[in-house]
């Protein structure tokens, strides 16, 4: 069983978008939006997510299973919206995702990648700290009360590759 990454092509967007909506309705509470709100969102919007460079698809055995991008934020590079579904956690795509994330912004000139992750969601906690990031002492209260660690990985590493995570 082989994870297969694929990014940014506007003609993937019905998939992007069924595993979007699939993320906010398994784990709503994972996320900073809602289901009821992107599953009203047209092809445009669609497509447009679905171009984005450091937009990328999980697949195994050509069944889509993972979600997740990287995005230039405030001139930091920031993963955002990672997911894997339920029957496909443990199988290595949060892995697969986070190292497709590295090698984008490694090839852009970054030296280091940051992400936000929910305090109670234990088992992203747990994959992100096994891959080499390290909360950054910094937190965010969201609206709702809900708190977002914000961790970083260093991507400084010989030949200037992503360093392999821990």
Do not use: K
Request: net charge negative.
């Amino acid at each position: 069983m082989q994870v297969t990454i694929t990014s940014r092509r506007p003609s993937l967007w019905n998939r992007y978008r069924e595993l979007r909506l699939a993320s906010l309705a398994e784990s709503p509470a994972m996320f900073g939006s809602s289901w009821e709100r992107e599953s009203t969102f047209g092809e445009d919007v669609w497509r447009g997510r679905a171009s984005h460079p450091g937009a990328f698809i999980a697949s195994i055995d050509d069944a889509d299973v993972g979600i997740g991008g990287v995005y230039e934020i405030d001139g930091r590079w920031s993963i955002n919206g990672v997911w894997v579904s339920p029957a496909h956690r443990g199988q290595g795509v949060v892995d697969a995702l986070v190292e497709a994330c590295a090698e984008f912004v490694v090839a852009r000139g970054a030296d280091a990648v940051h992400l936000g992750v929910i305090d109670s969601n234990a088992r992203g906690v747990a994959a992100y700290t096994r891959l080499g990031f390290v909360p950054d002492g910094t937190s965010v209260t969201l609206p709702d009360g809900r708190v977002e660690i914000m961790m970083t990985r260093s991507l400084s590493g010989e030949g200037g590759q992503p360093r392999a995570g821990r």
